[in-house]
């Protein structure tokens, strides 16, 4: 490939300035338009237009912040390089998708949905007039499902592609494949722009095809670290350290793992600061994480009243998905939430794992994007030496059941002989074929093929025990109900338990409680939640999360929507529990587990695995024989999380070879 006219014969170039004037079509304050010029990135816009014109890919380095993100999709809009169609703009997360397009719509002085619009799981805010779309990488693998050569897009923008989500890497692929395809037929051809704050990027430029790196100058400032000396401080107690010690209007960002996590410490720093001596400058608190809502997420970018400091406590979200403005200090605990698979024993674990070298220098660049700042890292300068140089591609550690499955309804049979950028091992790919094998959904014979089940499983946007649920689900006429339990299961949790408050709370479920386990409860709340139409005060009165509720209702509609394009039979099986629960048992039979004889703990079938019930479950003080549940999380013990009391019968009867006809229980 032919390197940059106005460079050197090397992969890599920086811009000079060239200013140029903006194209906005609809009324847009002066505001925002001087908010746009004064981005890092404005200054280089006729050449990134110039450049992107003339190549077929490339890849476009910028820290978090210079704009690249919400600026380049609109260069090339307003310049008209998308010829017209659409320019998708992909993100590894909702949130990102989300607040990134109202941003846009707003800069483009537009209807969001109209010219600007975005495309997340459940939620399609678009229309014929959309120009910009903003969609999580898992939106595009789907529809490149109906249409592999993606022929309504000229271009197509991988954002954040250091994240190597499982989604992302598989698009990939996808993407490189529909661009050689289309070249080979004539069609117009598909420019495909890699984007991202850090990356290995000879890594990615031999992948795609020697593609030119483009480096986008940030701004970036100076950012003194701290180490703990030898024991690891609480983040809570660095936190209020540092708010003794410096001005208010300095704000701290501080990252923890996940959601309860993160509403934990919110809630314990609010009481500390209740109860803190006068002088000290009031906090304003923010949590943000992924599954938060896109009105409540907007709270951590308003400007800090003054006189007091804001305090944003995260998950790896903030590492570069959204820049934060007054930004001064960072609180890195060094460890983050993360997927592993295990091929050999089955195992998908979500557990708590130590940070890269990448993720924590991420983090540090955080305190140093508008004046020098300073980062504490809650481990030792000898725990940093032992980090991993980058983070492992969750394709590499993840069960790929949900992939293969992708791959295969895109028409792609060779899985093994895919173009990943990082192969997932043999073991890995072949135990995902023997999970879907048991599901139904494939056959091996000379290839791997999709049976009529599995295709019908890959037009859910489901994991595929959860679409294989609905499809049994189908046959026992109770698909009315397993709708809801998967739809609350595919929300984060709908129960508020407040530490402050929790016996309060517990006894005001204790009306949904089942003996029979947590998906007879959830399906119990829903039907409560609906006979009060959704009412807010009943939602506080039984410490519901009316949030994510309403969130499940739509993630409802939608799954029900498919399920009458499918011309499914959608039956009522009314209060019979059993035949629900049976159903669930066949979905998941490779989640079930057993009491051990002692009474004491429980152990996997799949992998003969120790696990426990998690605290949250209903069936915590319980001891049923034998229970399946929906994902296991590894914290002080192996924890099993959403279960249901399931019959030894119905496993067998659901996989009688898996379980090699010897029965559960015999």
């Known amino acids: 490939m032919r390197m940059p006219e106005d460079g050197p014969p090397t992969k890599k170039f920086k811009y000079t300035l060239s200013h140029h004037n903006n194209g906005n079509n609809g009324y847009v304050p002066e505001k925002i338009l001087q908010e746009k010029r004064n981005l890092p990135i404005f200054p280089a816009r006729g050449k990134i237009i110039n450049q992107i014109q003339r190549l077929d890919t490339a890849i476009l380095i910028g820290e978090t912040g210079s704009g690249k993100t919400t600026q380049i999709p609109q260069y090339l809009l307003e310049a008209n390089v998308n010829k017209n169609a659409i320019i ?12 990134i397009s109202q941003r846009v719509a707003e800069e483009q002085g537009t209807e969001l949905g109209q010219k600007v619009g975005y495309c997340v799981r459940f939620e399609d805010v678009t229309s014929e007039n959309t120009k910009i779309k903003y969609m999580t990488d898992g939106m595009l693998l789907r529809e490149a499902i109906l249409d592999p050569l993606m022929k309504r897009y000229s271009i197509v923008i991988l954002d954040e592609a250091h994240e190597r989500t499982i989604h992302t890497d598989v698009l990939f692929g996808v993407v490189k494949q529909a661009q050689a395809r289309r070249k080979v037929r004539g069609i117009r051809p598909l420019k495909i722009l890699v984007m991202s704050a850090t990356m290995d990027v000879d890594h990615f430029s031999a992948y795609f095809n020697a593609a030119p790196v483009l480096y986008l100058e940030g701004r970036q400032y100076p950012v003194q670290v701290y180490y703990v000396s030898q024991y690891t401080f609480s983040s809570i107690v660095t936190l209020f350290q540092i708010h003794r010690a410096e001005p208010p209007n300095n704000d701290i960002l501080m990252f923890l793992t996940g959601q309860e996590e993160i509403e934990s410490a919110v809630r314990t720093i609010r009481d500390i600061t209740r109860t803190a001596e006068e002088n000290m400058a009031p906090l304003v608190v923010c949590p943000l994480y992924a599954a938060l809502p896109s009105h409540a997420q907007l709270k951590v970018f308003k400007p800090t009243p003054k006189g007091c400091r804001k305090v944003i406590v995260a998950t790896n979200i903030a590492e570069t998905s959204v820049t934060i403005q007054g930004i001064k200090f960072v609180v890195d605990s060094g460890v983050v939430k993360a997927k592993v698979f295990n091929p050999n024993s089955g195992l998908d674990l979500l557990k708590v794992v130590k940070v890269s070298k990448a993720q924590a220098l991420q983090r540090t660049g955080r305190a140093g994007r508008e004046s020098a700042g300073s980062c504490y890292r809650l481990y030792t300068e000898q725990e940093f030496t032992q980090f991993s140089d980058n983070t492992i591609p969750e394709i590499q ?13 895109l028409g792609i049979s060779d899985i093994v002989n895919f173009d990943f950028m990082d192969k997932p091992s043999a073991e890995s790919i072949i135990a995902a074929v023997h999970q879907l094998h048991n599901l139904g959904a494939v056959i091996k014979e000379n290839t791997i093929k999709l049976t009529p089940v599995g295709r019908q499983m890959a037009a859910f946007p489901l994991e595929p025990r959860l679409g294989k649920t609905l499809l049994i689900a189908k046959e026992n006429n109770c698909l009315e109900e397993i709708l809801t339990i998967v739809s609350l299961l595919s929300v984060d949790s709908v129960l508020v338990t407040p530490q402050s408050k929790r016996e309060e709370a517990l006894a005001a479920r204790q009306k949904f409680v089942s003996s029979e386990g947590d998906h007879v409860m959830l ?13 807010k005060d009943w939602c506080m009165e039984n410490f519901i999360n009316q949030r994510n509720m309403k969130t499940a209702t739509e993630v409802r509609k939608q799954l029900y929507d498919i399920c009458e394009r499918m011309e499914f039979p959608i039956k009522s099986c009314k209060n019979d529990t059993t035949i629900i629960r049976k159903c669930l048992a066949h979905g998941f039979f490779m989640n079930a587990a ?6 004491s703990e429980y152990t996997s079938l799949s992998s003969r695995k120790t696990v426990s019930i998690h605290p949250s ?25 959403d279960l249901c009391v399931v019959d030894p019968d119905w496993l067998y009867e659901a996989a009688p070879v898996y379980f090699k006809k010897k029965k559960p229980g015999t």
């Open 88 to 99: 998708a703009v992909t993100q590894p997360r909702r949130v990102a998708a989300i607040t």
């Open 397 to 409: 550690r993840c069960n790929l059941s949900s992939v293969v499955l992708q791959l295969l309804a």
């Open 523 to 535: 399906l119990n709340i829903y039907k409560a939640y609906k006979a009060v139409k959704g009412n």
């Open 594 to 599: 057993e009491l051990q004889k002692d009474g």
């Open 617 to 641: 479950s209903v069936l915590f003080r319980c001891k049923p024989a034998y229970v399946i549940y929906n994902e296991l999380v590894q914290t002080t013990k192996c924890y099993m999380r």
